[in-house]
């Protein structure tokens, strides 16, 4: 790959992941391979898993399952072991990374039952409940639920999906894709009682991308034991091991292992709390900022309730013609500041500003005036003190 031309300074990567890398994780990454035998490798996955287990504070006799993988590649490996083949899975939508994964899901064979998505709107839970109870024959095996749907920067309520599905009685496993939350907003599999756990290494976790997780409880493990599909570098069951070789099903993702201890490390010394308060905090600045931006008229929230706007990622809609691209591209080579386009159903119809992982004020604040800056060079209406409105947010707290 060409080296980019060097440009002074610092470039502000605000894609909703990957996500700017911290320097200690940089340096972790630079570490020289191990051979297979050294029992550092053990050690540094066993760390991962330990972290990951606190950070998602996952029950007694849970697993963590590492993947040399992005999250696509997790996400496989729920269904694979979960679902047998011509089984059942419920996918309640939440638009591009609900329907990712409902195809996925049918290309290997499985039935998906969707719950309708409303632009905008987290998943509603009245509609799965609603589906669960339709289901007498009890074929759903699982929920997969995206917390928060990267495209449209929309987090939806996992309590309350728990609750639908006891509120149906229904025995399927409750499954929660938290590639985009993890690390940024409160989660806890126990008290959720969520199965399964999915996430992935190059959002919150502030590490490059590459290695994908699952976190499994020991009732999930059960179905996956009992599980007939044909599966090898996905099982679960077979990567039950105390060798990092059996782990991983061949060599370990060693720097990117590497990366996440020393990640896991910068979360837990800064603290949860503080984590997910920054989060909320950095946020809060750019909602404040595109509340004053959609002043102009042109401008909107993606997200139709703030309280369902995610902490880590707000999606921006534009009006129809404009082009994203450009914009995106005058952001990112004139103000080195690189914000993502949306996906999906959404597709030219708005941008996305990550703002997860190791940001801090200064960093948004200078993403939000240089986006305001590429808006003004592509001539795209918006109210003009938005970066004021953000000094104020953050100042206020
Ligand atoms: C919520 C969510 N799930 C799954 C994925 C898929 O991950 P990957 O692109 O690493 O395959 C993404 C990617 O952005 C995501 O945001």
Not at 233 to 248: A, E, G, I, P, T
Not at 261 to 287: K, N, Q, T, W, Y
């Amino acid at each position: 790959m060409p080296e980019p031309t060097r440009i002074p300074g610092r470039r502000f990567l605000h894609s909703p992941g990957p996500t700017p890398v911290p320097d200690e994780v940089l340096h972790a990454l630079m570490r020289q391979p191990m051979d297979l035998g050294d029992p550092r490798v053990n050690e540094t996955i066993e760390a991962c898993e330990s972290g990951l287990k606190r950070l998602l504070d996952a029950p007694a006799g849970a697993d963590v399952f590492f993947f040399a993988s992005n999250g696509h590649g997790v996400w496989e490996a729920v269904i694979e072991n979960l679902a047998p083949p011509g089984g059942t899975v419920l996918i309640p939508g939440t638009g591009h990374f609900s329907e990712s994964w409902a195809i996925q899901t049918e290309a290997l064979g499985r039935r998906v039952v969707r719950t309708p998505w409303h632009e905008g709107y987290p998943i509603d839970a009245a509609a799965v409940e609603q589906a669960l109870r339709a289901d007498h024959a009890r074929e759903i095996v699982a929920v997969l639920v995206v917390h928060t749907d990267t495209s449209s920067g929309v987090t939806s309520d996992l309590a309350a999906l728990r609750d639908a599905i006891d509120r149906a009685d229904h025995p399927a496993l409750f499954v929660v894709d938290g590639v985009a939350s993890f690390g940024a907003a409160p989660f806890s599999m126990q008290a959720l009682r969520c199965d399964v756990a999915v996430g992935a290494s190059q959002k919150a976790l502030m590490c490059p991308p590459g290695v994908g997780f699952t976190a499994v409880n020991p009732a999930a493990l059960a179905v996956a034991v009992r599980n007939p599909a044909p599966r090898f570098y996905w099982d679960w069951v077979r990567r039950k091991s105390d060798l990092s070789y059996r782990k991983f099903c061949g060599t370990a993702p060693q720097s990117v292992m590497a990366g996440m201890e020393a990640a896991l490390g910068l979360i837990f010394s800064e603290g949860l709390d503080e984590v997910f308060a920054r989060h909320r905090r950095l946020a809060r600045a750019v909602h404040a900022a595109v509340d004053a931006w959609r002043s102009a008229g042109a401008l909107g929230f993606f997200g139709r309730e703030p309280t369902s706007r995610s902490v880590s990622v707000t999606t921006i809609t534009v009006p129809p013609g404009t082009d994203v691209d450009a914009l995106r591209a005058v952001a990112r080579e004139r103000f080195q500041v690189a914000i993502a386009g949306a996906l999906g159903p959404l597709i030219g119809r708005g941008f996305r500003i990550g703002h997860l992982g190791d940001q801090n004020p200064a960093g948004i604040l200078g993403a939000l005036a240089g986006i305001e800056a590429a808006m003004t060079v592509q001539g795209i209406p918006f109210g003009r003190d938005g970066v004021a409105r953000a000094v104020a947010a953050l100042a206020a707290e």
